[in-house]
Structure formats: structure tokens, C-alpha cells
């Protein structure tokens, strides 16, 4: 049976759904099934938000229409019959599943006799112990608790618990002055006996967002850049006074609300918001159904064009109170709110004992979400500063912010300061905490160009030309980590993989004993990663570039925790078959056999042989490698490339990478289509890469080593495909 739990709190406006967020995603690490529910929602016909937030969460597989209990309305028509079907309907889930976390009613309306009697109720009959949430504010929002106060609100809520027989797990305060969170931690655990955790208050959680404020006045987008309809709205300035008397006002992530007919206001709003001199907005709101005049239009297109302004018929006091009283809402857009939630719980709850005490355990198998966290937490344990060339990309900002909200890694972004975090803010995302460095700084710009004649003098190089080329953000970045000021690069969102990677073979060069620098894919099929190389780089290797490819992967496989069992692939299994290619595969398994005599390899074996232990018993009884195989190696690009991409679409496996192998530090190619999923993924790997946490196995050395081939361009992995 699946282990779940249950959230409900005591009343409104608790923050209960990003508690659920932070529960799901600490699941979500160590549990391979985790589904959702929701007994009672709103409406069975209009779709519930948190519902759909935990749902679009990677890793929940479950479909809206099922995770779905009863109405409120059934609730108030029979509560008997409605208990009967929220436990029929949640059995259908817990079948599928391993764990599972049920968000209890939200007060928008009252269950009969009470609504956390009646969650208490459900939970009893679920078999699902209670994390109970409290608010931290009081009901109408106007001050927030003291200690005593929440103490006060636990001992109220504990009673009705224990009434229905439901069984309390933990609580959490939520929404607390960050001054009082041991205090309230304290007050609340001396009176329930089980662990208590208090999360503060944060604006960005319960800040409306452009988007949200445009619905409410019932507006449309006037000009600006619509993505930018995401950033919260942090204050409200009605422009009712003279300039100099509403500029004072403004604050950062203001919106500001202008009669559509003072158009001196507007061009101040918007001359403030560019000047760097002033906070910057997040929009403005033209109020009255006013036209703008044409040279007005024709004036305020040279401020700025990104800026959201909505306009809106709505008279000045209607549109103010419309957008007071709308609410920020954690819904599955809202990337920086999902960040915030999910950092803040990892911060103030402690996830193991929550575990513990939920009798959640570790599992045995890995799904590609449980191996995308454990990227995370791994390049979290050893800091590390990753430089990201392509600060102009909206995707490398939000990947950004991400990283840096979770505590990752450090940050430093190449490009304007200035642009960069104007387009940062302007997004929505929290990139304060990065370093922003221009390509131009005067000081490393010397300093790289003399290093990068040195270095290239043997090819010609002079000072005069290196001082253009290490403007190149590409050959910046790389310089960075060449010298220590960075621990790794990501790049390639903007660029080939040939511009990203040049410089790396310029002047990082290989690993010792490594001739090539060559590719993998971590392949997360539904309970185990393999490792497939070489699928991007060397279109046609010799014998000795197929052994370092093997070479490569196998500490690639290790230092990512996956123990090593390598095949080498090819046609024909074993000795039955013969030709160049098997041949070449043939001389490659004994070169690193040579070189390596304690690792796990077989070649030639075919892919059959290799991954499934029925067909292994009949071609190679006696093998350690075959029918077990983690690392998969593939003779050409044209197999591997081929080969990954048929195992993503057949088996829906999640293609990680590709991860660069043979550099002395680790730089990593993004796919020009790249998610911010995949950035994020790509920074933890080239983190994990730059600790160096495991020793590579001794070798014995070739007796050259060739210098790296000419840059080759790879086959462009598209953004399903990372």
C-alpha cells in the first residue's frame, strides 16, 4: 500500500499549496510512483490550480480527471456519500502508486459540520496521517501572528484531529515573520508532540502577477513584451499627484496605475523605469479606455518596447480595488513563485525526518526525476562557480535563477550588467545573487589576451589579433575557467557546439592519456541510467579514439554513481563475426583491456546481447558484462546518434546531455533548443565534473598521446532530444 499524507490547515489563506509543492518534491527524490489528490475541490467541472500545479510537476504521470474527489456541492448534499466516493476514487490512485500527497479543502466555502472536521474525516479514512499547515497571518491578512497566538490556533485545531480519529504526522506554520520562525517552531511542537517547522513569509509568493492583474481589470496588452506579464507585482502607485510627487513612490516590481488621458505621467513612468536611476516596474495600467495619441505612440516607442502596459475601461477607483483584491496564486507558470516555495521548504523543513517519520524509505530503483535530483544535490555539496556565456538568453536567466534560488551552484553570466539584470527583472527571475561580467572588462581583457597569445604563439598568434578574439564570449568564458576564476562553462543555447567547445581544445586540452574529447548521453530509462557514448561528437573513431571513448565513459559512469559495466558494440557478437568495423571494435576492446585490466568490458557484443540476460545466457554464458551493461559504446556517430534517439521516442527514456568527456575541466554544450530544464541539468553535471570527487583508475599510458583532432561539427541535438 502506498504511503501517503494528507495536508489540511485550520483556515484560509494558509500557503497550503506551496507546502504541498515542497512535500511532492521531497517524494519526488527518493520515490519512484507519486501520484496526487484533491477529495474536495471547488468545482468537478472548472479545473482546480493547486491541482494542476502538482500535476505538471516531472514525475507526476497521473491525469487530471482521476486525482479528482467530489464538489463542494456533493459534500454539502450528502457528506456521507461524498466520503464514500473521495475513498473509492482515491483507492483507484493509491493503486498506482508509491506514495501519495493529498491536499486537503481550501476555505472558500464550509463543509458540514466544519472544514477541517470534515478533512480530518477524509484523512481518518484514507489511512493518511495529517500535516497540518497553519497560517502565520491572520484571516483578513492585516498583521501577522505571534507565537502565542499560532500555539493558540494548534491547540483549537488539535481537538477536532483527534475527534475524527486522525492520526497528526507534523505541522508547519506557514507565512511567519522571519524573526519569529524558532519561536513559533517551539510554541507549536509544546503542544502537539510531533515535529513542528515554521516557513517565513515571503512577497514574491503572495504577489499577483501581471498576467493576473490584467485579468482582473479585465485589460488588454496596449505594448510590451508579453512574457514579461509573468513578473509579480510587488506594489501598487496611483499616478493621482504631479510628477515629481509620484516618482518618490515608486518601488521595485511597482505597477503603476495612470489615467490614460495624462500622457506627461506616462512618459515619466516610463523615462524613471529605463533610467536605471529608478526602481523598475514590473507594468503600468492606463485606466479609462482613453486612445494614446499618435505622437504620444510614436514618442514612447524609443523608451522602452518591453515594458508591459495594459489598458483597461475601467475608471480609476474600480481598476485600484480590482487589483488590490486579486491574489497571487502558485500556479504551474509561475517559475519564480515554484522556485521560491521550493527553496524555502528546503530550507526551513527538515525533509529526512519528515521522511522518517512518513516511513518513506530509500528505493532501489532510479527514475530519470530522482536522478535529476540527485544531479542537484550532488553539485550542492562542494561549491562551485559555473560561468554561462549567453546572458542575452532569456532561457540562460531563468535557468539562472533556478539554480540559484535551490543553492546549487554559484553564477556568473557574461554580457551588459546592465541589460542583463534589467531583463532578468523584467522576466520576473531573481538573478541579484550572480556575478555579471562584461567580456569587455577592461582588466581580464588584457589579461586573457596576453595569456591567449602565449599560449597560440606556436600557431602564429599575436596580441593585437588576441585581444579581439577573447572578446568572444565563448573564448571569455573559457579563459575564465582557465584560470580558476570559474570552475566550469556552459554554453551553446546561442551557439554551435564547434563555437563552444574550440577554445576548450585550444587551450584546456585533454585529460592526460586522452587523445580525443568525445561525448555521452545518460540514457534514465523508467528505473535505471545507462550511459551511451560516443552519440554527438566523433563521427568516425580509430581503435585507439574508440578505447579513450571508453576510457572516458567509464569514469563518467562512476563519477556519476553508476558503476561501470561497459559494452562495446558492434554488429556481431563474440568471435562470429568479421570485417573492418568489427574489427576496428575488436582492437578497441583489447587496447583498453590493456590499459584498464580491471574493468568490466566485453566486445564485440550487439546491443541484444548487451542489455537483455535471456539473450546473454545464449551468445556469452560467461560474461560479467552481458544481459548487465551500464555503459553502452557505440562504434560511429551514425549508430549512437541513431541508437539514443529510437531508445528516447520507443521507451520514452529521458536523453540527459551530451556530457563533453576528456577536457582537463569540464566545459558542457547545450542544444541551441534547449530547455531550462536541460540548462539546469547541464550546470549540476558540469558541477559534479568539476568537484572531482572520485579519482580516476590508474591507466597505463599509451605510449603517445596525438593532440586533439580538428573541432568537428556534432549532429545538433534538438530540444526533445536533451
Known amino acids: 500500500m502506498a504511503k501517503s499524507i494528507y495536508l489540511a490547515s485550520a483556515e484560509g489563506h494558509s500557503g497550503k499549496s506551496s507546502v504541498a509543492l515542497g512535500v511532492l518534491d521531497t517524494l519526488l527524490r527518493s520515490t519512484p510512483r507519486v501520484g496526487v489528490f484533491r477529495p474536495v475541490t471547488r468545482s468537478t467541472a472548472e479545473p482546480d490550480f493547486v491541482l494542476e500545479l502538482l500535476l505538471s510537476r516531472d514525475g507526476v504521470t497521473l491525469d487530471y480527471d482521476e486525482c ?15 466520503l464514500s466516493r473521495i475513498v473509492d476514487r482515491f483507492k483507484s490512485v493509491e493503486r498506482k502508486c508509491d506514495a501519495v500527497v493529498i491536499v486537503g479543502s481550501d476555505y472558500t466555502d464550509v463543509a458540514t459540520p466544519t472544514e477541517l472536521a470534515f478533512n480530518a474525516r477524509v484523512a481518518a479514512n484514507l489511512g493518511a496521517p495529517v500535516l497540518l499547515v497553519l497560517a502565520g497571518r491572520e484571516p483578513d491578512e492585516s498583521r501577522a501572528r505571534t ?18 480519529h486522525a492520526s497528526l504526522l507534523a505541522i508547519v506554520a ?126 514612447i516607442a524609443g523608451l522602452d518596447e518591453t515594458l508591459p502596459i495594459v489598458t483597461t475601461e475601467f475608471g480609476t477607483y474600480e481598476t485600484a480595488q480590482r487589483i488590490v483584491q486579486t491574489r497571487g496564486r502558485l500556479t504551474a507558470t509561475a517559475q519564480r513563485k515554484i522556485d521560491t516555495a521550493l527553496a524555502l521548504f528546503d530550507k526551513h523543513v527538515d525533509a529526512e525526518l519528515l ?77 541579484s545573487a550572480a556575478q555579471v561580467l ?105 581503435a585507439p579514439q574508440l578505447a579513450d571513448i571508453a576510457i572516458s565513459a567509464s569514469q563518467t559512469a562512476r563519477q556519476f554513481g553508476i558503476e561501470p559495466r561497459v559494452a562495446m558494440l558492434s554488429y556481431s557478437t563474440g568471435e562470429s563475426g568479421t570485417g573492418a568495423d568489427v574489427d576496428k571494435v575488436r582492437e578497441a576492446t583489447a587496447i583498453v583491456r590493456e590499459r584498464m585490466p580491471d574493468l568490466p568490458l566485453d566486445g564485440p557484443i550487439q546491443y541484444d546481447a548487451a542489455a537483455d540476460v535471456a539473450v546473454a545466457k545464449a551468445k556469452l554464458p ?18 549512437g546518434n541513431n541508437t539514443y534517439k529510437a531508445v528516447q521516442r520507443s521507451s520514452g527514456a529521458v536523453a540527459i546531455g551530451p556530457v563533453l568527456q576528456g577536457l582537463r575541466k569540464p566545459v558542457n554544450d547545450l542544444s541551441r533548443g534547449a530547455l531550462v ?46
Not at 407 to 412: A, K, M, N, R
Not at 623 to 634: H, K, L, M, P, W
Open 68 to 82: 479528482v474527489g467530489v464538489s463542494y456541492e456533493e459534500v454539502h448534499e450528502n457528506p456521507d456519500a461524498a
Open 355 to 431: 521522511l522518517r517519520e512518513l516511513g518513506a524509505g530509500e528505493s532501489s530503483a532510479v527514475t530519470p526525476l530522482m536522478f535529476e535530483y540527485g544531479l542537484l544535490e550532488r553539485a550542492r555539496s562542494v561549491p562551485t562557480r559555473i560561468v554561462l556565456p549567453e546572458g542575452g538568453d532569456d532561457r540562460i536567466l531563468q535557468a539562472a535563477a533556478t539554480l540559484l534560488s535551490r543553492s546549487v551552484v554559484d553564477i556568473t553570466i557574461l554580457g551588459d550588467e546592465q541589460e542583463i539584470r534589467a531583463r532578468a527583472s523584467g522576466l520576473g527571475v531573481d538573478v
Open 622 to 639: 560467461d560474461s560479467q558484462v552481458a544481459g548487465r551493461a551500464t555503459v553502452f559504446i557505440f562504434p560511429d556517430l551514425n549508430t
Open 174 to 299: 506557514n507565512r511567519v515573520e522571519p524573526e519569529r520562525l524558532a519561536a513559533v517552531a517551539d510554541a507549536v511542537a509544546s503542544v502537539s508532540g510531533v515535529p513542528a517547522w515554521a516557513i517565513p513569509e515571503d512577497p514574491y509568493l503572495v504577489a499577483p502577477t501581471m498576467s493576473a492583474v490584467m485579468g482582473a481589470v479585465d485589460g488588454r496588452l496596449l505594448k510590451g513584451d508579453e512574457a514579461l506579464l509573468a513578473r509579480e507585482v510587488l506594489g501598487i502607485v496611483i499616478a493621482g499627484m504631479s510628477m515629481e510627487n509620484v516618482l518618490p513612490r515608486i518601488m521595485e516590481g511597482a505597477l503603476v496605475v495612470i489615467a490614460g488621458d495624462r500622457s506627461e505621467m506616462l512618459l515619466a513612468a516610463l523615462t524613471a523605469h529605463a533610467s536605471g536611476t529608478f526602481p523598475s516596474l514590473a507594468g503600468i495600467v492606463l485606466n479609462g479606455g482613453f486612445e494614446l495619441s499618435p505622437i504620444i505612440d510614436r514618442l
Open 147 to 164: 507565537a502565542d497566538e499560532l500555539k493558540q490556533v494548534a491547540e483549537l485545531a488539535l481537538p477536532e484531529l483527534a475527534d475524527a
Open 438 to 542: 562584461s567580456p569587455f572588462d577592461p582588466e581580464l581583457h588584457e589579461k586573457f589576451a596576453a595569456e591567449y597569445a602565449r599560449l597560440r604563439a606556436h600557431k602564429g598568434m599575436t596580441i593585437e589579433a588576441a585581444r579581439d578574439i577573447v572578446t568572444d564570449v565563448s573564448y571569455f568564458g573559457t579563459m575564465m575557467v582557465h584560470f580558476g576564476l570559474a570552475d566550469g562553462m556552459v554554453s551553446g543555447a546561442a551557439h554551435t557546439t564547434a563555437h563552444t567547445i574550440k577554445p576548450a581544445l585550444e587551450f584546456i586540452k585533454t585529460t592526460d592519456g586522452v587523445s580525443i574529447v568525445s561525448s555521452v548521453f545518460f540514457m534514465a530509462l523508467e528505473d535505471r541510467v545507462l550511459v551511451y557514448g560516443d552519440c554527438a561528437v566523433v563521427p568516425d573513431p580509430t
Open 677 to 722: 530544464r536541460d540548462i539546469v541539468n547541464t550546470v549540476a553535471i558540469t558541477a559534479i565534473q568539476a568537484q572531482s570527487v572520485v579519482e580516476p583508475p590508474a591507466v597505463v599510458e599509451p605510449p603517445a598521446v596525438v593532440e586533439s583532432p580538428a573541432v568537428v561539427e556534432p549532429v545538433e541535438t534538438p530540444a526533445e532530444d536533451s
